[in-house]
């Protein structure tokens, strides 16, 4: 698959770049993407949900009232569930939510995620750039001109950028990651995939 290549300011550079076969045109797999962001978003929880059962209630152990005549249920402690101010039943108890995903399976779903990115014509490839300053408003300005300003966006380079990665820090709908930072929740969670020409290669040897 072929695609132009831009310059960031949006001008075409009149080179194009070949998709990598193995990596942008496989068949996907709706299940490996479902497990893949599972575990994602699993990962992200803390898990320090806890409610005290009624063993962890601190009140009175004398006994409420006498056991037979009153006509009403027996009733032995004030911490038990039914009463106002007791024990929870069954409550959250400290957790961890994560869970193992074979490696294969997870470079299925980012191969996936990327092979629907490209049946949309949601992919930008653009030439090799650095900022030499951080400032905000050239990453924006950059946005405008590559016409992806209103769409969330995420921005693939082949290695670690301060300066790039600062400048977009602010904006909320953009996100810059490297290469080997890609996740198929990323992917999928971006409108438009921007990326820049050397981590095409990357990308193609970190999932092959």
């Known amino acids: ?27 996907p797999s709706d299940h490996a993407i479902y497990l893949d962001i599972k575990q994602f978003l699993a990962n992200q929880r803390q898990g320090t949900h806890k409610s005290k059962e009624r063993a962890e209630i601190v009140g009175s152990t004398k006994k409420l009232k ?7 249920a027996r009733a032995g402690s004030i911490k038990s569930p039914i009463f106002r101010g007791g024990g929870r039943v069954f409550g959250p108890r400290p957790r961890n939510y994560s869970f193992k995903l074979n490696k294969k399976l997870k470079v299925l779903a980012r191969k996936s995620a990327l092979t629907y990115k490209a049946q949309d014509n949601n992919i930008t490839v653009i030439e090799d750039f650095s900022f030499d300053e951080i400032k905000t408003k050239k990453y924006l300005k950059m946005l405008q001109d590559l016409s992806v300003a209103d769409k969330k966006t995420l921005l693939v380079v082949a290695d670690k950028d301060n300066n790039l990665l600062l400048s977009s820090r602010n904006v909320k709908s ?5 290469a080997e930072q890609l996740c198929t929740y990323d992917v999928l969670h971006a409108d438009n995939l921007l990326l820049s020409e050397s981590s095409v290669s990357k990308i193609e040897n970190l999932l092959n």
């Open 66 to 72: 006498k056991q037979k005549g009153t006509g009403t």
């Open 1 to 27: 698959m072929e695609i132009s290549v831009y310059k960031y300011n949006g001008e075409e550079t009149g080179r194009k770049i070949t998709l990598p076969e193995g990596v942008f045109t496989v068949e």
């Open 174 to 178: 953009a996100k810059v990651i490297t």
